[in-house]
């Protein structure tokens, strides 16, 4: 395979072009399929197998851009993006970037920013991960017994109303100026909320080297109380302009492999538009239980990463790569096949329909 290697001039490396391919394509699959950049994804990814952090981060972002276009124009026409939400979203990842970034650099300097990042990345991959999975086993509304939102105790046999959800909570936060979301179903909603939510992931999005996404999903779902479906579509938005300025500032500091991003942006382009179509096939409660398992299994891989920077055991690192990109291929594998066979279904459906 020695044959498909190519020189990285400005990361400094030597770097397999069919892995690239590879890796563009299943992010472009999972990002317009979860609504998300694929960061979480790409950045250990490089790092693992030879990009130090810091262009791993910068070259991430710029492939996050590319592939974010196309999926996002699918998710519009589809009408699963709240743009107003979106729109607002810009200005504070922004702002909430460009502190990520600078903090980046300066550890950088300072030292390793490598074991730092992977650190941060084990904490929010396995949090948010068993949160979502904690959430679809309880409050999965195909796993709940009672109806209209109402379970049954089997001690007294009343009838027992759910607990509030946080978003619920955050929504009855009288902290004006107040905002409504039509588009999400939301009636009201403190502004500073909305904008706390954007500034915080604005800033992972800079110091983690990811769109936002993996984090800003979740956010969009669980804290504003975005329906999954339009989570989906509007943090795509906000992905690609977060993911645009990303590429931007980390381009002018000499931090992107322009080669590298490229090559996966061919495969990513074509990946997006699989996933994207995805999202209209399967459930909201499905898409959050495929992300959990993603977010985890990555989680897992940065681990063995980091296991290996402190044992300098080889065989942590190789373990890291194919947990990595084994649990992203068949995670993408999973969605063609729903795809392929809820497709299949529909057009059965319609043809005994027209009969």
């Not at 999400?184 to 502004?191: C, E, F, P």
Request: glycine letters at 12%.
């Amino acid at each position: 395979m020695d044959i498909f290697n190519i020189s990285l001039p400005i990361a400094g490396i030597e770097f397999n072009a069919l892995l690239l391919l590879l890796i563009g394509f299943c992010v472009g699959v999972l990002g317009g399929f979860f609504g998300v950049g694929g960061g979480w994804i790409v950045t250990p990814a490089l790092n693992i197998f030879g990009f130090h952090m810091a262009y791993a981060i910068g070259t991430d972002l710029s492939n996050i851009f590319g592939q974010s276009i196309g999926a996002t124009v699918k998710h519009h026409k589809m009408g699963n993006i709240d743009w107003k939400l979106g729109f607002i979203s810009i200005a504070a990842s922004v702002v909430g970037l460009e502190i990520g970034s600078q903090v980046i650099l300066f550890l950088e300097k300072a030292g390793d920013v490598g074991s730092i990042v992977r650190w941060c990345y084990l904490f929010l991959m396995f949090g948010l991960g068993s949160l979502m999975f904690y959430d679809y086993l309880s409050q999965n509304p195909a796993r709940q017994k009672g109806k209209l939102g109402l379970s049954v105790d089997p001690i007294n046999s009343k009838p027992k109303k759910p607990k509030r959800s946080i978003s619920e909570r955050l929504h009855n936060i009288n902290l004006p100026p107040m905002i409504s979301f039509p588009a999400s179903g939301i009636r009201s909603v403190s502004l500073w909320i909305v904008l706390l939510v954007f500034l915080f992931t604005g800033f992972l999005s800079g110091f983690l080297g990811v769109g936002g996404g993996f984090i800003r999903m979740p956010a969009l779902v669980y804290l504003i109380g975005v329906p999954t479906v339009i989570a989906v579509g509007t943090d795509l938005m906000s992905v690609l302009f977060s993911g645009a300025y990303g590429c931007f500032t980390y381009a002018i500091k000499g931090r992107v492999e322009f080669i590298a991003a490229f090559i996966m942006l061919i495969g990513a382009s074509i990946g997006a538009q699989i996933g994207a179509t995805a999202v209209k096939y399967i459930k909201g409660y499905g898409i959050r239980l495929l992300f959990a398992i993603m977010i985890l299994f990555a989680g897992c891989s940065i681990a063995l990463e980091q296991i290996y920077k402190i044992t300098e055991i080889p065989a942590f690192q190789s373990t890291a790569g194919i947990v990595l990109m084994g649990t992203a291929v068949i995670m993408t594998f999973i969605i063609i096949t729903r795809l392929f066979l809820e497709v299949k279904k529909e057009k059965k459906n319609l043809k005994l329909s027209r009969n």
